[in-house]
T-cell receptor, first 113, second 113 residues
Framework: DVKVTQSSRYLVKRTGEKVFLECVQDMDHENMFWYRQDPGLGLRLIYFSYDVKMKEKGDIPEGYSVSREKKERFSLILESASTNQTSMYLC????????????FGPGTRLLVL | QQQVKQSPQSLIVQKGGISIINCAYENTAFDYFPWYQQFPGKGPALLIAIRPDVSEKKEGRFTISFNKSAKQFSLHIMDSQPGDSATYFCAASHNFGNEKLTFGTGTRLTIIP
């Protein structure tokens, strides 16, 4: 079974803090994605990566950055957390030629106070 | 800009009934339409998908109906069961899924006894 793990299920941070969300996948997938999920807004793509050290902006990249130093690991960074970044963050991965079949992690619920 | 519109936002169906969730898209270049199912505390998982060369696809109790001229597609769950209670997301992609997915806003489905 494909497994996508995320470092934390719940996280509480203060405004202005630097926040790291980690995602690891064990299926040697080339593509990795970061989404945020908000009620009534669905899943919105923040960033994605199709190879090590490669990244592309999604629909809502403002306030976020990413890092992919190893194929299996994709990190989402909030340089200076703000309250409007309180959300559920979902990581996903897929093979390079099968973006339509994405495997999601369980999510990290982030609360920024 | 909401490229995939999903309705209703929430749906309550009696056990044994038919659940219907609708999606409409604007981008005529979309050519791959998956549905994802998300249980509480879990990430979304691919449920069923359709390409526009067919008007219907059925897998067990789940059916996708696709209307290319109307740019609409829908998920039908026959004989709905309490275990079907989840949030459902439609999505769309082009290049036969080799491009990133655009998700709808989600429908929270509750099946009552």
């Amino acid at each position: 079974d494909v497994k996508v793990t995320q470092s934390s299920r719940y996280l509480v941070k203060r405004t202005g803090e630097k926040v790291f969300l980690e995602c690891v996948q064990d299926m040697d997938h080339e593509n990795m994605f970061w989404y945020r999920q908000d009620p009534g807004l669905g899943l919105r793509l923040i960033y994605f990566s199709y190879d090590v050290k490669m990244k592309e902006k999604g629909d809502i990249p403002e306030g976020y950055s990413v890092s992919r130093e190893k194929k299996e690991r994709f990190s989402l960074i909030l340089e200076s957390a703000s309250t409007n970044q309180t959300s559920m963050y979902l990581c996903a991965s897929s093979p390079w030629d099968r973006q339509e079949t994405q495997y999601f992690g369980p999510g990290t619920r982030l609360l920024v106070l | 800009q909401q490229q995939v519109k999903q309705s209703p936002q929430s749906l309550i169906v009696q056990k044994g009934g038919i659940s219907i969730i609708n999606c409409a898209y604007e981008n005529t270049a979309f050519d791959y339409f998956p549905w994802y199912q998300q249980f509480p505390g879990k990430g979304p998982a691919l449920l069923i998908a359709i390409r526009p060369d067919v008007s219907e696809k059925k897998e067990g109790r789940f059916t996708i109906s696709f209307n290319k001229s109307a740019k609409q597609f829908s998920l039908h769950i026959m004989d709905s069961q309490p275990g079907d209670s989840a949030t459902y997301f439609c999505a769309a992609s082009h290049n036969f899924g080799n491009e990133k997915l655009t998700f709808g806003t989600g429908t929270r489905l509750t099946i009552i006894p």
